[in-house]
């Protein structure tokens, strides 16, 4: 059996002790290292990249499903718009703001905001449409102040300014690799011609070959933009993306 | 009966609070009719006394703010903020009187197994051995009654709160009440001995127990916390257990007992039991003042008059519960044998020593000799 021993203190060391908490208490009383921050009448400043209540640009949006293919959650939902395009709806009863469809959209149409406080009156609610991931949220500001959490001599401060922190953070541009669509199996291509008609950009193009009888299909490579829409549609699972050389 | 009211004015008249800085204004009161009597006799030294200040009066207002001074140093102590929501610009400064509203109209549940009488008299009996010392403790030289028994009948007083608190304990019928009762019978063992022998030390430094006369004994910067420190260790130490507050909150244990021996009570019945703390904190802090820091003595301040004293002794006694009530924050909480052990080990060997030592001092400087001689002989 092991005891464990406990450090005899003598009667000094106890003393001294026993004044060094007095006197941190006594100093803790004066200069508090309080970090409350009081939040509805001031806001904590937050990063520009925090994983916030994500935002939608439709222009930018390729209709590539891989929002939703990523999802851990499978919070995202690819709805059928009018214009006969999917785009991704966000149920945030399910999201764990882990934001890996911000980092998956090659086209860079989600983004990130500032905002963390969502409330919702029920659960339908919380399952939020493509159309009102575009447009900004209502948000009622009662925040006087900004509070930042500043680091000086191993103690952290709070640091309040008399100004209203933005929200809403420009999206950074997706870092692109240039990559570009290519055919693995030329032979195996059945000419059904879906990747000529998805193809958002016109890289694709299809040529009857009238002495064989078969259409074959031309990628540009200057026009592709390596989105991949063609890669996920070919029935015959032919095509590849890999990267773009120059 | 002219000659009675006569009489009884001229008594009035001659025990009158002297504030100079008041003087033209009361001499222009007494000139109206009905409110130059209530004017003598609201300045009638013993009315004062139990009345305004240091007594009722005083009391309540300490009560109303006292615990929110409290929490919120505590709280920034803690890095926390402490009540702040009721009035937020100027820090929830009457969170107290938030309480006590819902404390007095909050339903009070008398449940089925309590002893029905006691349980609702215990919380309003208990205020007897809180309130009546405050009749004895002088500020300076306004006191309500002068008795040269004076420090006798406080501590018998004081050693009367446990017995109501195991009152209560018993008539609630629950559990949780009875083991509080049990801890607090308890530590009443602990700390009783060591307290009133370490007062007892200081009877025999000045050689008198009227507390009027052992303030005016430290009117200079001898106190009696100099003479004789030990005493003054064990007296605040026996304070802390008495008041049951952090260090040795062991009947009302909330994290074990829920509330000790007042777990069955609500409403206005729970406010009382509340208050009661910061009341034995009240007294104990004022004895404490006058035995060992000096009473009312400090710079006079001329146009105050006898107000200077009181002010003097009211400063001193909030220090002394402030540096009480923070205790709460540096430790925490002794189990009960451990407080046991602390109570007949090392409080009431310190507390002997402290006997030993006034014997000591008074037999250096002469039989029966007062404080002031003393300090002059040693200091």
């Known amino acids: 059996m092991k005891k464990v021993i406990v450090h005899e203190q003598g009667l000094g060391e106890k003393v001294v002790r026993h004044a060094r908490a007095i006197g941190v208490s006594m100093k803790e009383s004066v200069y508090p290292l309080t970090a409350t921050v009081f939040y509805p009448r001031e806001r904590k400043k937050m990063p520009p990249n925090l994983r916030g209540y994500l935002m939608f640009e439709i ?30 709806t966000v149920d945030y009863g399910k999201c764990i703001f882990c934001h890996f469809c911000v980092d998956s959209c090659s086209s860079g ?75 693995i199996d030329r032979a195996s291509c059945i000419g059904c011609r879906v990747c000529e008609q998805v193809c958002e950009h016109g890289a694709i193009s299809s040529i009857m070959d009238t002495a064989r009888n078969v259409l074959r299909m031309k990628i540009d490579t200057e026009r592709c933009t390596g989105c991949g829409l063609c890669v996920k549609e070919c029935s015959m699972q032919i095509l590849r993306l890999v990267r773009k050389t120059r | ?97 938030a309480d006590s509203l819902r404390f007095l109209f909050q339903e009070v549940i008398v ?56 009152g209560l304990g018993w008539a609630s019928n629950s559990r949780f009440a009875f083991i509080g009762t049990v801890r607090e019978a308890f530590m009443y063992f602990a700390y009783e001995v060591a307290f009133i022998v370490a007062v007892l030390a200081m009877v025999i430094l000045y050689g008198t127990s009227d507390l009027v006369e052992i303030g005016a004994h430290q009117a200079g910067w001898v106190w009696g916390i100099c003479i004789n420190p030990v005493a003054a260790v064990v007296f605040f130490i026996g304070a802390a257990m008495a008041t049951a507050r952090l260090p040795f909150e062991i009947a009302d244990a909330e994290q074990e007992l829920a509330a000790g021996p ?59 519960m402030v540096t009480l009530f923070v205790l709460r924050v540096l430790y925490p909480r002794y189990r009960l044998d451990q407080a ?28 029966g000799a007062v404080a002031g001689a003393v300090g002059g002989g040693i200091v």
């Open chain 1, 109 to 183: 149409a989600l983004y990130s905001t500032k905002i963390h406080d969502v409330a919702y009156r029920d659960m339908d609610e919380m399952l939020t449409l493509t159309e009102e991931m575009i447009e900004q949220p209502e948000i009622i500001r009662e925040d006087k102040r900004s509070v930042e959490y500043v680091i000086e001599r191993d103690d952290m401060h709070l640091k309040r300014r008399r100004e209203q922190d933005t929200l809403f953070v420009e999206p950074t541009p997706p870092v692109e690799i240039p990559m570009v669509s290519q055919c």
């Open chain 2, 1 to 97: 009966m002219e000659e009675v009211i006569n009489a009884l004015m001229a008594a009035i008249m001659s025990n009158q609070v002297n504030i100079p800085l008041l003087q033209p204004l009361f001499r222009l009161m007494v000139q109206i009719p009905g409110a130059g009597f209530m004017v003598s006799f609201i300045l009638w030294k013993p009315f004062f006394a139990a009345l305004i200040s240091p007594g009722f009066a005083t009391l309540g207002i300490l009560l109303l703010f006292f615990p929110w001074v409290e929490r919120k140093l505590c709280g920034r102590i803690q890095w926390r903020v402490g009540p702040h929501e009721i009035v937020w610009w100027l820090g929830g400064i009457i969170q107290l009187l």
């Open chain 2, 340 to 367: 046991l052990n602390i109570g007949w080990s090392s409080l009431l060997s310190l507390s002997l020593f402290a006997l030993a030592l006034s014997i000591a001092i008074t037999a250096v400087a002469g039989a």
């Open chain 1, 59 to 88: 222009e930018k949006c390729i209709s590539c499903w891989e929002c939703a293919f990523i999802c851990p959650a499978n919070a995202i939902q690819m709805k059928e718009a009018p214009n006969r395009r999917y785009y991704p």
């Open chain 2, 111 to 166: 449940h089925k197994d309590a002893q029905r009488p006691y349980f609702l008299q215990f919380p309003f009996l208990t205020f007897i051995p809180t309130l009546l010392p405050l009749l004895f403790i002088p500020a300076g030289s306004i006191v309500a009654i002068q008795t040269p028994y004076a420090i006798q009948i406080i501590l018998a007083l004081v050693c009367l709160f446990p017995l109501f608190i195991i």
């Open chain 2, 262 to 320: 007042h777990v069955e009570y609500s409403g206005i019945g729970f406010g009382l039991i509340y208050v009661i703390c910061y009341e034995k904190a009240y007294i104990l802090s004022g004895l404490m003042t006058v035995l060992f820091l000096g009473g009312g003595s400090g710079p006079q301040i001329g146009v105050l008059g006898e107000l200077s004293g009181l002010i003097w002794f009211l400063l001193k006694t909030f220090i002394v």
